[in-house]
């Protein structure tokens, strides 16, 4: 549900992304019968205003690092369209030098930070130097304007300058991922995929680096695609949450919004799930119980329904779309999206279809 | 001389050609000590050079000169024959001329030496250089294409490591005739194969790692992660190889040139004088032993110094 405003000023906007993987044969020794597929990522849209951060939240196998490979074009999508600031990515209408042309524009203007800010960096190169790569790329050859972008990046993200001589195994964890920051600001993009940023970083590093990507964010503007499973950190960077489950989007809400009136079961589950830092002091709700199922065959119906406490026979038979959900007949309300025949606080929806 | 042939040697592995940029600085020892730990951190400690990788670097830095200035040194030239004074042993055995005594012809064994060090050399030298970029080439070639690509160059490589190389060699200079440029270019033939599959295993695992991952989605071409990014990464197994390599060029040359299909007579190389020597080894042993002992001296420092320069090349070990 996007609205026509948001169409046009987005800064990048996901249509309808679909993307499946080819799964072993069924059958004896998975030599017979059809190829399986597995629907990684079913039908997710959303879109990203300039200077906002969306976070994308869920839990492992949900699809949510697929949308970001798929946004950062790391693999091209099965089915919908990426445009990025209103441009199509892999349009097939477009020439091949045209297209060639749009990648390279892409490639400036977002970055991508991973997990694992050791595996990123190249052990054999100084940290200047892997900082001056996408310049690089980008056909910078003037050293004396690399060295000084460099710089520039180094001392945005809070580091030393004299840094950049070192090599990675020098560093210790907080400033190799500082480094892998300063890597993705030196290009100066426009969006910044963060896959996971913080999830191989102990707990005190974690909070500086998610400080640092909130400041840059307040600073130079520039947007985000968070994906994590860590509802603190989206809490802390993100202006703006979608929630998946099983590759679809169950619930996209304003980061407060979210937090405070989840309508989704889902959400709910996951909130309760976030431990509460205080001795003794215990969710009162039981957890989720079960798995999800396995993507190789999803039923007709609402894919939470074997875990929802509050499933339906209209659960069974209908898949909810994502749509909004008002609470009063205010439209200063926040835009809050959901994908569930029976939301949290919509009652009188849940008591008519008892009865 | 020590300086020389470690920054030839440094040159020709290393194509860092942007990557002087951000050299870590080198803190000597005799700098003030500075408390903060950050600032010792950095400093680097003093390279050290083990006495064995000096003595080979000098050596062979010694031999390359005694190749290069081959005229000049030598006493007589190798091709200058005294049948008078044939097969006499070194002087300081007692015999009459030559300080490495003469051979079957009555020629100088010193200079007819000075003048193998300098063909072997550089036999083994380009034939080396070129096995290891084919091979690397081709490693990073069937890494990138997969699919039938792939396939084709695995087969090649399969075909030349279970064929006798002597053999390939044998065929193609008896059949295309012998020239120093033809014969160099077999030399280049010889163990690419080992390159390429290092290259090819390395390069996949490589691309498998984050770092690869991170440059790519950059936008980096193909070229760029693969000699920019991959190659300082597994740089230090090609030395290796490229070290033993050379001592295995200098060895099949030495075996074809005694088979008469290498180096032709009257101009020598140490495996032809080796080959010569031969028939004389009961009585005239000198002969064969000099070139014997270079081939000996050269193969042991080339892996002693590539030994060592496998560790100065990884920041890691440093």
Redesign the interface.
């Known amino acids: 549900m996007i609205t026509e405003q948001e169409h046009t000023n987005a800064l990048l906007r996901a249509d309808n992304l679909v993307r499946t993987f080819q799964a072993g044969r069924e059958g004896l020794f998975g030599l017979f019968g059809p190829r399986r597929e597995v629907r990684a990522v079913d039908g997710v849209s959303f879109s990203i205003m300039p200077g906002e951060a969306l976070g994308l939240v869920g839990e492992s196998g949900s699809g949510k690092s697929t949308v970001g490979n798929m946004i950062?074009?790391?693999i091209l999508p099965t089915e919908g369209e990426v445009y990025f600031e209103g441009r199509r990515l892999h349009d097939e209408a477009l020439p091949r030098v045209r297209r060639r042309e749009e990648?390279?524009h892409l490639?400036?203007n977002l970055?991508?930070i991973?997990q694992?800010p050791a595996?990123?960096?190249?052990?054999?190169?100084?940290?200047?130097?892997q900082i001056?790569?996408?310049l690089?790329?980008?056909g910078e050859k003037d050293?004396r304007l690399?060295?000084q972008r460099?710089a520039e990046a180094l001392l945005q993200v809070g580091l030393?300058e004299?840094m950049?001589?070192?090599?990675p195994?020098?560093l210790s964890g907080g400033q190799r991922q500082r480094a892998?920051v300063a890597?993705a600001l030196i290009t100066r993009p426009k969006l910044i995929v963060c896959d996971e940023p913080t999830s191989a970083l102990d707990v005190s590093i974690q909070a500086q680096v998610v400080n640092l990507l909130g400041d840059l964010k307040a600073k130079t503007g520039i947007s985000y695609l968070f994906i994590s499973h860590n509802l603190g950190v989206v809490r802390t960077v993100c202006d703006r949450v979608a929630v998946m489950y099983l590759g679809r989007v169950v619930e996209e809400a304003p980061v407060d919004e979210l937090f405070s009136h989840p309508e989704h079961p889902y959400t709910r589950a996951l909130l309760e799930a976030n431990p509460i830092p205080v001795p003794g002091l215990r969710s009162q709700t039981p957890p989720l119980r079960g798995e999800p199922p396995s993507p190789l065959d999803v039923q007709p119906g609402c894919r939470f329904l074997e875990r929802c406490p509050r499933a339906h026979e209209r659960c069974r038979r209908l898949a909810p779309e994502l749509k909004r959900i008002r609470r009063s007949r205010t439209f200063s309300e926040p835009v809050h999206l959901v994908a569930c025949h029976y939301p949290e606080t919509d009652r009188s929806v849940f008591q008519e279809s008892l009865s | 001389m020590n300086n020389a042939s470690e920054s030839a040697a440094t040159a020709m592995t290393t194509p860092r050609s942007d990557a002087s940029l951000f050299s870590p600085k080198h803190c000597g020892m005799n700098t003030e000590p500075d408390l903060s730990e950050d600032e010792d951190f950095h400093c680097k400690p003093p390279v050290r050079y083990p006495l064995l990788v000096v003595a080979g670097a000098v050596f062979l830095a010694v031999l390359f000169l005694c190749g290069l200035f081959a005229e000049q040194l030598a006493p007589a030239g190798y091709a200058a024959q005294d049948l008078a004074a044939r097969l006499s042993p070194p002087v300081w055995l007692g015999g009459k001329s030559g300080l490495l005594g003469t051979d079957f012809l009555g020629r100088d064994i010193l200079s007819r030496l000075l003048y193998a060090i300098r063909i072997s050399l550089l036999v083994a030298f380009a034939g080396t250089l070129i096995s290891c970029t084919l091979g690397t080439t081709l490693g990073f070639l069937a890494a990138h294409k997969k699919g039938w690509v792939d396939e084709f160059i695995m087969m090649l490589i399969d075909f030349q490591a279970s064929m006798p190389f002597v053999l390939i060699a044998l065929a193609i200079l008896a059949f295309l005739g012998n020239s120093l440029g033809l014969f160099i270019a077999v030399m280049g033939l010889n163990g690419w194969e080992r390159f390429a599959r290092f290259t090819r295993g390395l390069a996949r695992s490589a691309s498998a790692r984050g770092y690869v991952n991170a440059v790519r989605v950059m936008g980096a071409s193909p070229l760029r992660i693969y000699f920019k990014h991959i190659l300082p990464n597994i740089i230090g197994v090609l030395i290796v190889q490229f070290t033993l390599n050379f001592p295995s060029t200098v060895l099949l040359e030495s075996s074809l040139s005694f088979l008469g299909l290498g180096i032709q007579p009257p101009l020598t190389s140490l495996g032809a004088m080796l080959g010569e020597g031969r028939n004389y080894l009961i009585n005239a042993w000198w002969i064969s032993v000099a070139p014997g002992a270079v081939i000996f001296c050269v193969t042991l420092s080339a892996c002693i110094l590539g030994d060592w320069l496998r560790d100065r090349l990884d920041p890691t070990l440093r």
């Open positions: 950062s074009a790391q990648m390279r490639r400036r970055q991508v991973f694992d595996g990123t960096l190249n052990p054999r190169l100084a940290i200047g130097e001056a790569e996408p690089r790329i980008h050293a690399l060295k460099v030393n004299d950049a001589s070192r090599y195994h020098e892998v890597r």
